[in-house]
């Protein structure tokens, strides 16, 4: 059990959301930015009760033991540029990332600064298996999805695809839905459960992308939609392939958001790119701002979830499953 500093509150955790990116972290794809010392404790998507509070934990923010609190993984210095405007996750001065630094939550107990948490009501607290996919699940494609929004990407008459139907798109084409403005949604994934997974969270049509030329993509795309491109593409995959693919179908003038991340490299055509005016937006996690919209529309009842609850005792196989893509929706490990 940690022991929390005096700006910390001890969390007991209930419920912490397990990631591909968990996977990635112990097979070194994230040994340059995110260095970490082995054995390590992961898990970045963590809803917790309050256990114990520092001494320096301001008697304003009103905590009592037990209440429920959701923890914003990312904790910037608070002093850089990006901090001051709101956007830790992109601390450029001494940020960390929980689960990628600080030990995670794939643990009984997590000592967390007081301004990096959230506290819900005791309704959503009913369901913690719910409110820690939020921190990065629901958070990471909603701040994509409110860039290609905020470009004027959205709108009536526009085609939407989100590629990519793991834990981070099953929430992805419900905030293409929520802020799309009417646009249409399609779901590109390689496998037929997780393409259901996307229709009844409220995408249009799904299409299967597996061993597809962008030809027959384009031909499935017409059929569905009366159009061969599409105007924005929110990536939940970041593999070359992906990328690759979200670019050949982007019409003029579209916008491809990339929240995945999963290879080193990816390559576009320049003459479309610079020719048509289109637009490659980098999204990161999101803010304390974007967790609280999500944790808000979740609360109001407008975000579907697709989570199996599992033991930290299975932590292993589960990570191996995330590793080979296994896993449809978001496996979340309860302890309470
Ligand atoms: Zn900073």
Redesign the pocket.
């Known amino acids: 059990m940690p022991d929390p500093g005096p700006d910390e509150i001890l969390l007991k955790v209930a419920a912490v959301g397990m990631c591909r990116s968990d996977y990635q972290l112990l097979d070194g794809y994230f040994r340059d930015p995110f260095p970490v010392e082995f054995p390590y404790i992961p898990g970045h998507e963590i809803a917790g009760r309050v256990a114990g509070l520092g001494s320096a934990v301001p008697a304003t923010m009103d905590y009592s033991e037990n209440d429920m609190v959701v923890v914003n993984p990312s904790w910037?210095?608070?002093?850089?540029r990006?901090?001051r405007e709101g956007n830790?996750q992109l601390?450029?001065?001494s940020?960390r990332w929980v689960g990628f630094g600080p030990a995670g939550g794939f643990a009984e107990y997590v000592a967390v600064e007081h301004r990096h948490v959230i506290p819900v009501s005791e309704e959503a607290a009913s369901r913690p298996e719910f409110l820690a996919p939020m921190t990065d699940a629901g958070m990471t494609p909603y701040r994509g999805m409110t860039k290609l929004r905020d470009t004027g990407k959205l709108g009536p008459g526009r085609v939407i695809a989100v590629t990519g139907i793991g834990g981070l798109g099953s929430y992805g084409v419900q905030f293409a839905k929520l802020l799309g403005g009417g646009a249409t949604v399609v779901a590109f994934a390689r496998s037929d459960s997780k393409l259901d997974v996307a229709e009844e969270n409220g995408a249009d049509h799904g299409v299967n992308v597996g061993g597809k030329s962008t030809e027959a993509i384009q031909d499935e795309l017409e059929r569905l939609t009366g159009r061969r491109t599409v105007d924005a593409v929110l990536d939940c995959v970041g593999s070359e392939d992906s990328v690759a693919m979200g670019f050949d179908l982007l019409g003029p003038e579209g916008a491809l958001a990339s929240v995945g991340l999963m290879s080193h490299r990816v390559q576009h055509r320049q003459f479309p790119f610079v020719g048509t005016e289109q637009s490659y937006l980098g999204s990161f996690w999101g803010n304390q701002l974007d967790l609280a919209a999500v944790l808000s529309l979740a609360e109001a009842g407008l975000v579907k979830h697709n989570v199996t609850k599992v033991e930290l005792d299975d932590v292993n196989e589960n990570l191996q499953a995330l590793g080979r893509g296994d896993v449809v929706g978001r496996q979340v490990i309860v302890f309470e």
Do not use: R
């Open positions: 910037g210095d608070g002093t850089c990006q901090c830790e601390c450029s001065g940020g």
